[in-house]
C-alpha cells in the first residue's frame, strides 16, 4: 500500500526556516513527479512546487508566492522529497500536503501544520 509520510511542520517566527521531509513508501518512487500543496480552511488547494527526475536532471517549478523563498529537492536513493522554506511569512501559514503523480497513479500524505506567528 503506498504511503506519503510527511514531517518538520511546527510553529516558527516570521523570518524563520522550516525544512518539511516526505517519505513514500511502495512505489517507483523516481519516475514519479513529487509535489507540495497547502491547504488553508475556506480555500482551494494551492501549489506550492513540484519537482520531477528525468535522466540524472531534476526540474523544479514554483508557485510565484514562494519562489526565491523555498526550494524542493528530492533523494530517489531514500524515496524522498523536501521542502526547504526560507523567510517564512504569516500567509504561508497552512496544512503542507506531499504528492506523487505519474501515469501510474496519484498520491497524497496526510499533511503536516506549518504555523508561522510571532
Not at 57 to 63: G, S
Not at 87 to 111: H, I
Amino acid at each position: 500500500q503506498v504511503q506519503l509520510v510527511e514531517s518538520g511542520g511546527g510553529l516558527v517566527q516570521p523570518g524563520g526556516s522550516l525544512r518539511l521531509s516526505c517519505t513514500a513508501s511502495d512505489i517507483i518512487f523516481s519516475i514519479y513527479t513529487m509535489g507540495w500543496y497547502r491547504q488553508v480552511p475556506g480555500k482551494q488547494r494551492e501549489l506550492v512546487a513540484t519537482i520531477t527526475t528525468s535522466g540524472s536532471t531534476n526540474y523544479a517549478n514554483y508557485a510565484d508566492s514562494v519562489k526565491g523563498r523555498f526550494t524542493i529537492s528530492r533523494d530517489n536513493a531514500k524515496n524522498t522529497v523536501y521542502l526547504q522554506m526560507n523567510s517564512l511569512k504569516p500567509e504561508d501559514t497552512a496544512v503542507y500536503v506531499c504528492n506523487a503523480r505519474s501515469t501510474m497513479g496519484e498520491f497524497w500524505g496526510q499533511g503536516t501544520q506549518v504555523t508561522v506567528s510571532s
